[in-house]
């Protein structure tokens, strides 16, 4: 009784931390963006466009990465 108990608990904790986890990733994932624009609006376009592909390419490394890390635990 007692263990069962404790698995029940055990679940509603998880999904509450996941739950934490998604709001939190997000929140910066928004704040990033707000941030990311507006350093970018107040440069020149030039500017603007290296900042663009530089964030793209930044993007897009993060992306493979954890597509990466997800293939690497499927197969472990």
């Known amino acids: ?32 963006d707000e941030n990311v624009y507006i350093d970018t609006y107040n440069l020149r376009s030039s500017n603007r466009y290296y900042y663009f592909v530089l964030n793209s390419v930044l993007f897009l490394s993060q992306y493979r990465g954890i597509i990466l890390m997800a293939e690497n635990k499927e197969l472990a």
């Open 1 to 32: 009784m007692m263990h069962d108990e404790t698995l029940k608990m055990f679940g509603e904790k998880k999904k509450e931390a996941r739950e934490i986890i998604r709001s939190e990733a997000l929140y910066r994932k928004i704040s990033h």
